[in-house]
């Protein structure tokens, strides 16, 4: 019977932070922490008046804004955006980007993803990256309407043009915003003949609180509370007395979702209307 003790649970609030000269860096998620073979997660506040450059190398990354200070510049390939909440690049390799913080610090979530093998890219060319922040972000809602994502990293969501978002199948990463109430299905995730050993898969909660039930076990996460799920143990997220705001992340992105309890609504995802009362357009996760 699975238990709760089969998932990781890592408070990033209390985590070592080592020094670095634009802050401080946490290590919340490695292979060292939790076994993961194809993810690192690191937590990295940088100072005020101190810049953050982040070097792809032969790897993915995406870096994601949890808070931004007052005034902040992202600049990657030549040009340079505010860095607001909710904003980030993804790096694809040979790439970099730089984070600074003009006044007041900046607190950011950096992954880092090995390059997949050619059987898990399926044909996708793995670049170029790009900026994204919530405006550029198409968002989606469930069939429940218990839930909002807005994914900055996956292959199967075209943007308004048709083209996909993300040129690669090496991370799928992405907001998510459970209204009161909210849950998801209690499911596992699994390998594929392309990534047999399955995704690295994360929650990262940023507000509100949520409880991970495994089997007959559940436990209760405030903001700031990383979950590694390994390969094949089944669980579900529900919010706590109130919305809950969290970060998930998936890598590689070739896995299979087996959903283990009644959901008459199914897994059926839905872009917002372009305008008010406009069709809704459900998601191919294909």
């Not at 238990?3 to 946490?26: L, M, Q, Y």
């Not at 309407?145 to 994914?151: A, C, E, I, L, Q």
């Not at 898969?201 to 799920?229: A, C, W």
């Not at 390969?231 to 890598?251: K, M, N, R, T, W």
Request: net charge negative; with cysteine; glycine share 10%.
């Amino acid at each position: 019977m699975p238990s709760i003790n089969d998932v990781f649970i890592i408070d990033s609030n209390t985590a070592t932070a080592v020094e670095t000269s634009s802050g401080t860096d946490r290590t919340i998620c490695s292979a060292d922490l939790c076994g993961s073979k194809t993810l690192d997660v690191h937590r990295r506040t940088i100072s005020a008046g101190k810049q953050l450059t982040v070097d792809a190398a032969d790897g993915y990354h995406v870096v994601y804004i949890i808070e931004a200070p007052t005034q902040g510049t992202v600049t990657y390939n030549d040009g340079a955006h505010d860095a607001e909440e909710g904003a980030g690049v993804l790096l694809v390799p040979g790439e970099s980007a730089s984070f600074e913080a003009a006044s007041g610090s900046m607190d950011v979530l950096h992954m880092a993803v090995p390059k997949p093998p050619a059987a898990v890219e399926a044909g996708l060319d793995g670049g170029p990256g790009y900026f994204f922040n919530r405006e550029t972000l198409r968002p989606l809602s469930d069939a429940s309407g218990g839930r909002v994502r807005r994914f900055c990293a996956e292959s199967s969501v075209r943007l308004l043009d048709g083209s996909r978002l993300t040129p690669t199948n090496a991370i799928q990463a992405g907001e998510m915003h459970y209204h009161e109430g909210g849950a998801s299905p209690y499911h596992s995730h699994v390998g594929t003949d392309a990534n047999p050993d399955g995704p690295a898969h994360v929650y990262m909660t940023f507000k509100g609180r949520g409880r991970v039930n495994v089997g007959d076990d559940s436990q209760e996460i405030e903001p700031g509370t990383l979950v590694f799920f390994p390969s094949g143990v089944p669980h579900q997220l529900c919010a706590v007395d109130g919305p809950l705001d969290y970060f998930e992340i998936q890598a590689w992105r070739s896995f299979k979702t087996n959903v283990l309890s009644e959901e008459p609504l199914g897994l059926k995802w839905y872009y917002d209307p372009e305008t008010p009362g406009g069709e809704r357009q459900e998601w191919d996760q294909s």
